[in-house]
C-alpha cells in the first residue's frame, strides 16, 4: 500500500531538477541585503527565465515591425511571430481554433473585455450574475459597473470556514434571471482551487455561459479549456513566467463571435466609411490598434518553457511545496493558515499571532524573504474571515524546500522580536 | 536600505505592546477616523480642545505595529500642548517619514520620535507611521474622516502607491 506512492514521489523527483531549472532564472542570483533572495511572491508576478528574456531580445534585435498593415518582409515576419504565439497559447490550453485565443493585456482586461462584449450586449436591468465571495477585485468591480448601468444585480457564492466555495448554495442561486456566471479557478489570496467543471456543467445545463478567471491556475496546472467546456478563460502573462501588459481571452468562437466589439480602433475592422463599418473577424475584432507584440511573442516563449518541463510535473513539485510549508506552519504555535480547503494550489496565506501581518512582511524581508501582505485584491474574502489582512507566500516551480524552511526561520524570528 | 529591525526598536515594540492613552474620550470635543484603505490599518481619535490646548487625547483600532507606536507616542506628545504646536510636529514628522527633513541639519520638535525616521527607507510603511498624524490634522479641522488615498486630503503625502 505505502510502496506505490513513495516509487512516484521518488521518479517525479529525480524528473524534476530544480537546481537546474533555477539556473535559468537571473534574477533569482540576486542576494538583497546580502541575504540570497527567497522569492514567494509569485501569485503577485513571477519571474521570467533567460529563454523569455533572449527571446524578447531577438525580437526586438532582429524582427520588430508592425503586424497585420504592411507587405515589407520585417512586417511579415513580425505578423508571423505573433500569430505563431497565439497557436502555441491555443495549444497551451487546448482551444479548438486559435481564433478562440485574443491577447489582451492581462487578465484584468480580458474580463473588462468579457463585461464590454458579451454583458453590455446580451444582460439588462433586473438580469443576475452569479460570482463568488473568493473573487479578486477584477473580477467583482466591471460587474458592478454593468449593473450600474443596466440594472442588473449580483449574487454571491458563499464559502465555509475552509475557504471553499458552498456548491449546493451555488446551485439554489441559479433562477429565469440567472444570465452569466464568473468564477475564479484558484483563489489568490486562499489558494483554494474550485471546481469549476462541475459548476460550469451546472450552469450549462440552465444554459448560462461561464467566464473563468484563470489568473492563478494557468501558471500551475495543465488547463484544458475543452475538457471545462468553459465559455471564457482568462490569464495574465506576466504570473506565468512571461512578461507585463500581455494575457489572453479564450472564447469559444461562436461566442466570440456574437459578442460585440470592446474597443474600437485600426485591425478590429475590414471596411470603413462614415456611413458603416464592418467588423473583422475574430480574434482580430477584439484587438484593435496596435497589440503588445514583443509581449505576446514572450509569452509564446513562456509557454514552451513551462510545457519543455511540464505542467504536471510543475504541479506536483509545487503541491510538494505546499504540503512542506503547510505541515510546517500548522506545527508552530501562535501561527494560524487561512483558508485549509482540501483542494489547494500553492498559494499558503497565514497569521501571526498579536503581529500585523504588515510587520511580518517588513521583518521577513530583513531576511530576504518577499511574501505578500495585505487584502490581495480581495477584501470579501478578508471581511469572511474577518481580517484586515493576511501573509501570503506563494509557491512557484523554482522554489525549494530549503527556501519554505527559510520562511519558516524567518517566522520564528519575527516572533522572537515581537515576544 | 536601513536595517528594519532598526525600526522595531524597544520603544515602538513597547508602545505596540502598550498603548498609551489607548481607549475613546467619553465627551470629545473633536474627533476624526483614519483609514488606509491599502492594509486595512484604522484607526479613531478623540480629543478635548481647552481654548487653544489639547486637554485630552485618545485613540483605538487596529493597525500594524508601526501605526500603533505611531499613534500611541503622537498621543503622549501633544498632550498639553497648543494647537499650533501639535500642527508643527505634524508637519515635521511628515517630512521626516517622508524623507523630507534632515533631522541633523535643521532645529525641530519631534525628539523621542525621531524613532520613525527608519521608515522613510520603506516606501510601504511611511504611510502606516503617517496615519495618525493625518487624522490628528482631520481632527483639528473637523473632517470627519481622514484617509491616506483620499485626494482632497490636505496631508496627503506623494510618496507613491502601497
Ligand atoms: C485571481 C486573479 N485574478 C485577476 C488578477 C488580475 O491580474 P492582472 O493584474 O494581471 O490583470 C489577479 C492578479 O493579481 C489574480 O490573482
Redesign the interface.
Known amino acids: 500500500m505505502t510502496a506505490a506512492p513513495t516509487t512516484r514521489k521518488l521518479r517525479l523527483a529525480s524528473a524534476f531538477d530544480v537546481e537546474r531549472i533555477r539556473a535559468d532564472f537571473p534574477i533569482l542570483n540576486l542576494k538583497p541585503g546580502g541575504k540570497p533572495l527567497v522569492y514567494l511572491d509569485n501569485a503577485a508576478s513571477s519571474q521570467m527565465p533567460q529563454q523569455v528574456i533572449d527571446r524578447l531580445v531577438h525580437y526586438r534585435t532582429t524582427q520588430h515591425a508592425n503586424i497585420h498593415r504592411a507587405v515589407h518582409t520585417l512586417s511579415e515576419i513580425a505578423t508571423s511571430e505573433y500569430e505563431e504565439a497565439r497557436r502555441k497559447l491555443a495549444r497551451f490550453i487546448n482551444a479548438r481554433e486559435e481564433r478562440e485565443v485574443i491577447f489582451t493585456s492581462g487578465t484584468t482586461e480580458s474580463i473588462n473585455l468579457a463585461m464590454h462584449g458579451y454583458g453590455r450586449k446580451f444582460i439588462g436591468a433586473g438580469d443576475e450574475i452569479i460570482l463568488t465571495t473568493l473573487e479578486h477585485h477584477s473580477n467583482i468591480v466591471p460587474w458592478q459597473m454593468l449593473c450600474e448601468e443596466k440594472g442588473a444585480r449580483i449574487r454571491v457564492v458563499p464559502v465555509n470556514d475552509a475557504g471553499e466555495l458552498l456548491i449546493d448554495e451555488y446551485e439554489s442561486l441559479f433562477n429565469e434571471r440567472t444570465r452569466f456566471v464568473g468564477v475564479m479557478h484558484v483563489s489568490n489570496a486562499l489558494g483554494t482551487v474550485n471546481p469549476v467543471k462541475h459548476m460550469i456543467a451546472f450552469a450549462h445545463s440552465r444554459g448560462v455561459p461561464v467566464l473563468v478567471d484563470g489568473a492563478q491556475a494557468a501558471p500551475h496546472m495543465k488547463v484544458d479549456v475543452q475538457d471545462l467546456d468553459c465559455d471564457l478563460y482568462a490569464f495574465s502573462g506576466h504570473k506565468l513566467c512571461g512578461p507585463t501588459g500581455i494575457g489572453i481571452l479564450y472564447g469559444k468562437a461562436a461566442l466570440l463571435e456574437r459578442m460585440q466589439p470592446f474597443k474600437g480602433g485600426g485591425d478590429m475592422i475590414l471596411s470603413v466609411t462614415f456611413e458603416k463599418t464592418t467588423y473583422n473577424t475574430i480574434p482580430h475584432k477584439f484587438e484593435a490598434g496596435t497589440p503588445p507584440i514583443a509581449a505576446a511573442i514572450g509569452l509564446g516563449a513562456a509557454v514552451d518553457y513551462l510545457s519543455g518541463i511540464g505542467m504536471d510535473a510543475i504541479a506536483a513539485h509545487e503541491l510538494d511545496l505546499l504540503d512542506h510549508a503547510t505541515a510546517q506552519l500548522s506545527r508552530m504555535p501562535g501561527v494560524r493558515i487561512i483558508g485549509t480547503a482540501g483542494k489547494k494550489a500553492a498559494v499558503l496565506s497565514f497569521m501571526v499571532d498579536g503581529v500585523h501581518p504588515h510587520d511580518v512582511g517588513t521583518l521577513l524581508n530583513q531576511d530576504g524573504v518577499a511574501i505578500r501582505t495585505g487584502h490581495h485584491c480581495a477584501q470579501p474574502v478578508m471581511q469572511r474571515f474577518r481580517l484586515p489582512a493576511t501573509a501570503r507566500a506563494s509557491f512557484a516551480f523554482y522554489n525549494t524546500t530549503a527556501e519554505v524552511d527559510a520562511l519558516v526561520a524567518g517566522i520564528r524570528s519575527v516572533q522572537s522580536v515581537f515576544s | 536600505?536601513a536595517?528594519?529591525?532598526s525600526?522595531?526598536q524597544e520603544v515602538i515594540?513597547d508602545h505596540?505592546r502598550k498603548p498609551r492613552n489607548y481607549g475613546t474620550l467619553a465627551h470629545a470635543s473633536h474627533k476624526a477616523e483614519g483609514h488606509n484603505p491599502?492594509?486595512?490599518?484604522?484607526l479613531s481619535l478623540t480629543m478635548n480642545l481647552d481654548g487653544d490646548r489639547i486637554d485630552g487625547i485618545a485613540f483605538h483600532g487596529?493597525?500594524?505595529?508601526?501605526c500603533k507606536a505611531s499613534a500611541s507616542m503622537m498621543t503622549a506628545t501633544v498632550k498639553g500642548k497648543t494647537r499650533a504646536e501639535a500642527e508643527t510636529l505634524i508637519g515635521e514628522f511628515r517630512d521626516m517619514a517622508t524623507g523630507k527633513l534632515d533631522l541633523t541639519g535643521r532645529p525641530h520638535h519631534l525628539g523621542r520620535l525621531t524613532v520613525f525616521a527608519g521608515v522613510r527607507d520603506?516606501p510601504?510603511?511611511v504611510k502606516?507611521a503617517i496615519l495618525p498624524w493625518h487624522t490628528l490634522h482631520a481632527a483639528f479641522n473637523s473632517v470627519v474622516s481622514a484617509s491616506t488615498e483620499s485626494e482632497d486630503d490636505p496631508m496627503h503625502a506623494p510618496i507613491g502607491d502601497?
Do not use: F, Q, V
Open positions: 536600505m536595517d528594519p529591525k525600526l522595531y515594540l505596540n491599502l492594509c486595512g490599518d484604522h487596529e493597525s500594524c505595529a508601526i520603506l510601504t510603511r502606516c502601497a
